[in-house]
């Protein structure tokens, strides 16, 4: 335990960023409260605060306005703060003239801000928060209106994340314009407006390296993005999904995601990760897109259906267009083509060294699969299996279960090396 005299010889800079680093706003206030320093070093080298309701629960028990009064005390104690977060989910709206007292009063010095609370009435939050710091700004329940890009500039802003809000197709791209070091961007169950009946958003970044994506209540996404490396779509329905770049891409995830039109241009080459789940896609669109992608390292495919039954993944495939490939997810479809081409072909998966194979509903022939899987690759080091078990099973099903299970038996008796483990739903 460290001793009191260690305690106090401690210069107040550190005491500082030992507060600031305790994470809710609650225990920082308390912890200050230990002596005369430990309070200085709260007002003039705290530099985090958090306000949160999963922290501390009796917020919940607090009023609106009350809990204003604890936000508006706590901030007006320090001087420097630079990264404050108010998140209550329990709060359905602040008042306006407090939430524009905190901005106000630390915009000079803030770095990262994080917000998920309405106000009432409603706050341009990009027109109060200091502009020229600012590097991190996460908002939810919060709308983007109004954007200039002649005035409103984040010259040091890398992290945008926007949820559960309302924005102009336009207030987007014109806040891209806006952020000439943006390298992050996070959309969530956002409603677009736009000025066309096709539903269409335009954005362009030459900075932006990662892109998340999810029920988006558009129609057409198109992407200007040379340096992009990270793409990850989630919950959409797209009639067009379109990257212009210049082939940076290295992480590519779809999940229930339904896409018309897919272009992603040339920026498969340097793919090092493909992850696509509860996907529909025609398998000429599909070969042609992945066979492009030769440094692939992960491949994951789960729940992929083509819409025509007679083509699918096989491992021949994937040995031939990815040869380097070391980690390699997939699930199986219950009928029996994809069952029988899955297997096709003489070529070993050599460098896959983690393979993870998984059921949605359990079949007669998924023991058989694992064990044809795993005898295509030599150098296997870890093989898990994902499987979902219903609550109320038939007979028949207990005993494909049990079926399965002397399948595995087997396979760990012939591949003693590999280590074996089982993820059930």
């Not at 409103?152 to 945008?160: A, D, E």
């Not at 390296?209 to 057409?220: F, G, Q, T």
């Not at 897109?289 to 096989?314: A, H, I, N, Q, T």
Request: charge should be negative.
């Amino acid at each position: 335990m460290l001793s009191e005299s260690f305690m106090d010889n401690l210069p107040v800079e550190v005491v500082g960023n030992i507060l600031s680093h305790l994470g809710s706003a609650r225990k920082v206030v308390v912890a200050s409260s230990t002596c005369r320093k430990w309070r200085e070093s709260f007002r003039k080298h705290l530099h985090t605060l958090c306000f949160s309701s999963d922290d501390f629960p009796a917020y919940r028990d607090l009023t609106t306005r009350r809990l204003e009064i604890i936000i508006t005390q706590t901030i007006f104690q320090t001087i420097g703060l630079q990264c404050l977060s108010i998140r209550m989910d329990h709060v359905q709206e602040f008042s306006a003239a407090p939430v524009i007292a905190w901005l106000m009063y630390t915009r000079e010095t803030l770095r990262s801000l994080s917000f998920n609370v309405c106000t009432v009435p409603t706050v341009n939050i990009l027109e109060k928060c200091g502009r020229q710091k600012l590097e991190v700004l996460d908002l939810d329940h919060n709308s983007v209106f109004g954007v200039e890009p002649s005035y409103q500039r984040f010259n040091s802003l890398r992290s945008f994340s926007l949820r559960h809000a309302s924005v102009s197709a336009l207030d987007l791209s014109l806040l891209l314009a806006a952020c000439p070091k943006i390298e992050t961007l996070t959309l969530v169950s956002l409603e677009i407006v736009t000025s066309d009946s096709l539903s269409s958003m335009e954005l362009s970044s030459l900075t932006l390296r990662s892109l998340y994506a999810k029920a988006l209540a558009v129609d057409k996404i198109i992407l200007e993005a040379d340096n992009l490396e990270n793409l990850q779509l989630d919950t959409l329905n797209l009639d067009l999904f379109e990257l212009i770049g210049k082939g940076a891409l290295k992480i590519f995830k779809l999940d229930d995601v339904s896409i018309t039109h897919l272009d992603i241009g040339e920026s498969m080459g340097h793919l090092e990760v493909i992850d696509v789940s509860t996907f529909t896609i025609t398998w000429s669109k599909f070969y042609q897109m992945l066979s492009r992608s030769s440094k692939l390292r992960k491949l994951r495919l789960w729940g992929v259906v083509f819409d025509d039954e007679d083509e699918m993944m096989d491992s021949e495939t994937v040995a031939i267009c990815f040869p380097h490939l070391k980690h390699l997810c997939l699930s199986y479809d219950t009928r029996d083509s994809l069952f029988n081409n899955g297997l096709h072909g003489s070529l070993s998966l050599k460098n896959v060294t983690t393979l993870e194979l998984g059921w949605s509903v359990i079949s007669e022939h998924f023991g058989q699969w694992v064990f044809g899987m795993v005898d295509r690759c030599p150098n296997l080091n870890k093989l898990v299996i994902h499987g979902v078990l219903s609550e109320a099973k038939t007979r028949e099903e207990c005993q494909m279960l049990a079926n399965f299970t002397s399948s595995v038996f087997s396979v760990m008796r012939k591949y003693v090396h590999v280590d074996v483990l089982f993820e059930y739903e």
